[in-house]
C-alpha cells in the first residue's frame, strides 16, 4: 500500500494540464515576455527561500502534512491565475506554487526512506523511487496528450478545474500515506533545533556532504538542459512538427532510466562514476552530430543521468542519521536549485556566440568532473 500511495501521488503530481497552456495564458492576458521572465524568477526565488525551512518544518512537525498541504497550495495558485488573470495574481499563484513544490521537496523522499526502513524494505527504495520517477514523467505525458482537447473543448476554466482536482486528489493520496515517527522525531523537536541539526549534519559529515553535492550536480545540469532540447531539435532542421516526437524520444529515455533503478543500485562507485562519464560523452556526441538521429544518443544519456539521479539520491538516504532526514534532503533541494540557475546561465552566455549542440557538449562535460565525487569516497 505504500508503494501504491507513492506511485499514484507521483502520477498526480504531475498530471497537470496548466503546464503545456499557461504560457499562453499570460500571453492572452497581455503579459510580456519579459514580465513572464520575471514571473519565473519569482518562482525560482521563492523555492530557494522556502527550500530548507520546509524541509525543517517536515521534520519538527509532520511529513505527510506537508505532503498534502503541498499540493492544495499549487492547486490554489492555478485557480487564481483562471480566476483572476493579471501580472501580479500571476506573481501570487507562482508564489504559492513555489511554496507547495518546496513542502513536498524532501518530505516525500524522506516518509518513503523511513518507512520503507521501518518496514525492513529500505532496500527497495531505490526501485520504487525509480518507478515514482517514472510514473511522475507519464503524469506529465499524460497532462500534455490531454491538454489540447480539454483547452479545445472548454477553454482555461477546463484546464484550470482539471489541474486544481489533480492537485486535490494528490493531497488526498498522501492521506493514505503511513507515517510512523521514531521517539525524538517530530512532536519532540522544536523547528530551530531541527532547522541547525540538519543543516549541521550537511556540513559536518563529509559523506552526507559529498552526497548532497551529487544530488544538486548530477539533478541540475541535465534537467536544465532538457528544457532546450526543442531548441537543439529544430537545429538539426527537422520539420517543426517532427520536433515533439524529438522530445518524445528524450522522454522515453528518461522514463527507462527511472524503471532500472532498482536492478541497478548495487552499482559500486566505479560503475556509478562510468555510467556518469559515459553519458556525458553520449550527450556530447549525439548533441554535436547535428543530424536527429543523435537524439538516440541523447536519449540514452538522459536515460542514463535520469537513473544516477535516483542512485545519488538513494546514496543520500543511507548516509542520513537522525530526525533531520527531510531539512538534509532539502538542503540537496536547495542545492540543485542554484546549480540549475548556474546552468540556465551558462547556456544562455554560451549560445549567444555557439550553437545548441556545441553548447549541449560543453555543459555536459561538467559530469566528468563529477564522476570523481563518488570515487572520493572509497
Known sequence: ??????????????????????????????????????????????????????????????????????????????????????????????????????LVSGAYEALAYEEMERRGQSGGYARVMGRATALGLAGS????????????????????????????????????????????????????????????????????????LLVAFV?????????????????????????????????????????LAGPAERLRSRGYAALLGLAALAMAVGALSGHPAGFVAIALAVGAFQLAQVLADVRLQERITGPARATVTSVAGLGTNVVTLGAYTAYGTASASLPHGVTFALLALPYLVIALIPLAAR
Do not use: N
Open 1 to 102: 500500500m505504500l508503494a501504491v500511495s507513492l506511485y499514484v501521488y507521483a502520477f498526480l503530481s504531475e498530471f497537470i494540464l496548466i503546464y503545456p497552456v499557461y504560457a499562453l495564458l499570460f500571453t492572452d492576458t497581455g503579459i510580456s515576455v519579459a514580465e513572464v521572465s520575471s514571473l519565473f524568477v519569482i518562482w525560482s526565488v521563492t523555492g530557494m527561500v522556502l527550500e530548507v525551512p520546509s524541509g525543517a518544518w517536515a521534520d519538527a512537525v509532520s511529513r505527510r502534512l506537508l505532503l498534502v498541504l503541498g499540493p492544495l497550495l499549487s492547486g490554489a495558485g492555478f485557480a487564481l491565475w483562471v480566476l483572476f488573470p493579471s501580472y501580479w495574481v500571476f506573481a501570487a499563484g507562482f508564489v504559492l506554487w513555489g511554496a507547495g513544490e518546496s
Open 141 to 212: 505525458a499524460a497532462a500534455i496528450g490531454l491538454a489540447s482537447p480539454v483547452f479545445a473543448a472548454g477553454g482555461y476554466p477546463a484546464v484550470g478545474v482539471a489541474s486544481v482536482l489533480a492537485c486535490v486528489l494528490c493531497a488526498a493520496t498522501a492521506l493514505t500515506l503511513p507515517e510512523h515517527r521514531a521517539r525524538g522525531g517530530a512532536g519532540q523537536w522544536s523547528y530551530l533545533a531541527t532547522l541547525r541539526e540538519g543543516i549541521g549534519l550537511a556540513r559536518a559529515d563529509r559523506g552526507v556532504l559529498r552526497a548532497v
Open 219 to 259: 539533478t541540475a545540469i541535465w534537467g536544465a538542459l532538457e528544457e532546450y532540447v526543442p531548441f537543439l531539435g529544430a537545429e538539426t532542421g527537422v520539420a517543426r512538427a517532427t520536433i515533439p516526437l524529438l522530445i518524445l524520444l528524450v522522454w522515453v529515455g528518461a522514463t527507462a532510466g527511472g524503471l
